[in-house]
């Protein structure tokens, strides 16, 4: 997982960032967690929910950015806040096990779906909840036009490897991972139709996202070479209403399971 993250490029679109995780949130099906651990916590938003929502339970915010755990950490100093990477952090080897495991827009980023979710599942006491939401967008214009420039371009060879074309899976793999492990699971999918203000938003929501990886592998000029090649497809693919406003529809990708 990148670990050099800008929290405040990523928080630029905080509002529409963090509705996913709200409406998670509300379906996870626990009335008074004891402790409750956020995978991928970036500046803390999400777990400033989590501990609002149940204010007696110990609270955990897990992220591998040491400066996203700073910016969490300045906001809500009552949370604790761990450094780590999430392929290797095992609920099992916390202070105390986990009754919620929650990961908002974080777990695409790791490879080994097939071990990493039902690891995650089993490790949690029979009742306890695992709650995920991941994009799933991969596939429309955003991603795939970041794809095409990242290929046509003189910088090839250097952004092969970093793309990542199919991070997140079809909804019935993770069924087929998880069903045999979980007493209860429910997936769905919903498509957001944000509505971005600027001249270039779909661009400045992938730069604190999934294009960074790409910019941070390139080296001036050719960073803002791309960035212009990238953005010009942008343009067409998400083109400015009247009013000024660019329609950005995002689908993302829910999972919860009841161990």
Known sequence: MTTGWDPSKYLEFAGPRLQPAVDLLARVPLADPAVVYDLGCGAGNVTR?????????????????????????????????VRADLRSWRSSSAPRPADLVFSNAALHWLDDHAGLFPRLLRELRPGCVLAVQMPRNHQAPSHTEMVAAAREGPWRDRLAPVLRQRPVAEPAVYYDLLAPHAGRLDLWETEYLHVLEGEHPVVEWTRGSALKPLLDALAEPERSAFLAAYAERIARAYPRRPDGRTLFPFRRLFLLAVR
């Open 49 to 81: 929910l989590l501990a609002r929502r149940w204010p007696e339970a110990m609270v955990t915010g897990v992220d591998a950015s040491e400066a996203m755990l700073a910016a969490a950490a300045g906001a809500s100093p009552g949370v604790t806040w």
